[in-house]
């Protein structure tokens, strides 16, 4: 157990809801509160069981003025996040009153705690692991529940194991190599070993390609799948994003401009979160406005997951559509033809050849038909069938996958290696760094500068 001081901050997000915590943990937690808080019996918070919630008021020591009513939960370690004592004080008050409880328990002795330091305690005290306290990083930004699904597994310590098994296949890999290193003399024993070497190798490389395959759905389920929505002017993209939007709950709203601009809305469309981008159509014009519009559009097509493309039902396919089918030739759209409630006059034999198999839904955005079965065919697409966000060990930390491709090229260094009749010496160098790069992920072998920089990425009071 680490000797520490007695950190507070306020642990709710600011602004939002009735009630907020302050939040004390350390050493001091329960006398501190203890200084502060009434209750009606005047009993001592010294004397009360763990695990007990209690009603008072938080008064100043020297004045006796009251400053805030409260419930007031108290826990004493190791049984908690941190495994120190912890004092959680709900106050009902906005932000004001939140504050001068915070500045009272200052007062009396505890420190300002920095952003993500009760995190940094619970993994310095050995309660959780570092991709767990990650996973509580992600669980604070997790934008739909099934990113918050992953962030839970993790936290759990889904990845966690899974990491330490393969650590532990590597040292049965390294303990064969000792085993040729003490006995060099005898050609049997290579032969016998390294095969194993290689088999435990080779194990441990494909369960870290795997890892590595599910890490572009773990980043899409964090930071959104990347949408846009393109089309000639008028076909009803704005319509189109106005309708998503209505229709789902939009998690963030970030309007930049018009629609001659950019606008990007989050949404979470059947539990797939997607970061909608409605753009200025991509033409050529010499309206300077527009241009402004065309560009930005042709660099956000560029980082795009998928592509709603727009056209219009009651006119036939014109240059632009076949030009912007060209445009996005490789990538991954849906086709969607808006207007049905107008006369046809596009050919749709023409819009499915050019589409090349490619989902094409029709619509009427005016009248809300067929959002929902173009919603449907978002959904498939990401989900593919073969995706289960239930099951499936998630990576999604963009300093895990770094981690993962790094020993993975050391695993396969030390296989050519192997297979190569290299000496046994030279493979031991590599699976030892691969072994210590996993280590890094569940924070076995951090230093200590990396560590607080990971720390301070969190939000305070967590
Ligand atoms: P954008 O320029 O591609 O963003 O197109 P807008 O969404 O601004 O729509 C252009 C015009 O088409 C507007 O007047 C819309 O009301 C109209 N519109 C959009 N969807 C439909 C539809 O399904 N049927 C009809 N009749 N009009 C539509
Ligand atoms: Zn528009």
Request: glycine share 6%.
């Amino acid at each position: 157990m680490f000797e520490f001081d007695t950190i507070a901050a306020i642990s709710t997000p600011p602004g939002e809801g009735a009630i907020a915590i302050v939040r004390l943990s350390g050493e001091q937690a329960i006398s501190i509160a203890n200084k502060v808080f009434h209750s009606p019996s005047e009993k001592s918070l010294l004397n009360v069981s763990s695990h007990t919630i209690h009603y008072g008021h938080l008064k100043e020591v020297d004045t006796g003025e009251v400053v805030e009513e409260v419930m007031l939960s108290l826990m004493k370690g190791p049984k908690t996040f941190t495994r120190e004592d912890v004092v959680e004080i709900n106050c009902h008050g906005g932000i004001v009153t939140v504050n001068r409880v915070l500045q009272l328990v200052l007062r009396h002795g505890a420190r300002m705690a920095e952003p993500g330091e009760f995190t940094k305690r619970a993994f310095l005290n050995g309660r959780i692991d570092l991709s767990q306290a990650e996973a509580v990083m992600d669980l604070i930004r997790a934008k739909t529940d099934r990113a918050m699904d992953v962030a839970l597994g993790q936290m759990d310590g889904k990845l966690s194991r899974l990491i330490n098994e393969l650590r532990q296949a590597l040292v049965e890999v390294l303990a064969q190599v000792e085993v040729n290193i003490d006995y060099p003399e005898y050609d049997d024993v290579e032969e016998m070993t390294i095969p194993l070497m290689l088999e435990k190798a080779n194990w441990v490389k494909n369960e870290i390609d795997k890892l590595l395959q599910t890490s572009s759905q773990g980043k899409i389920l964090r930071e959104g799948l990347s949408t846009v929505i393109l089309g000639r002017p008028n076909v009803g993209k704005s319509s189109l994003l106005n309708s998503l939007v209505q229709e789902n709950k939009a998690i963030v709203t970030d309007v930049a401009g018009t629609t001659r601009d950019i606008i990007e809305e989050y949404v979470n469309v059947r539990g797939v979160p997607l970061k909608l981008v409605d753009t200025a159509g991509i033409r050529e014009t010499e309206d300077i406005v527009e241009r402004i519009g065309v560009e930005r559009s042709r660099q956000v097509l560029k980082g795009a997951d998928l592509i709603l493309f727009v056209v219009n039902y009651n006119e036939a396919l014109t240059k632009e559509d076949e030009l912007l089918f060209e445009t996005i030739e490789h990538m991954n759209y849906i086709v969607v033809v808006n207007k049905m409630d107008l006369e046809q006059k596009i050919d749709l034999n023409e819009v499915h050849r050019l589409a090349g198999g490619r989902r094409v839904i029709t619509t009427s955005l005016l009248n809300e038909e067929g959002v929902i079965a173009l919603e449907e065919a978002i959904a498939a697409l990401f989900f593919d069938g073969s995706i289960d966000a239930g099951d499936a060990t998630y990576v999604s930390n963009t300093r895990h996958i770094a981690l993962l491709h790094q020993a993975s090229e050391r695993i396969v260094e030390a296989i050519s290696a192997a297979e190569a009749d290299v000496p046994v010496d030279m493979i031991q160098i590599d699976v030892t760094r691969a072994w210590e790069i996993l280590g890094e992920i569940v924070g076995d072998t951090m230093q200590d500068s990396l560590l607080n920089q990971l720390f301070s990425q969190f939000c305070l009071g967590k």
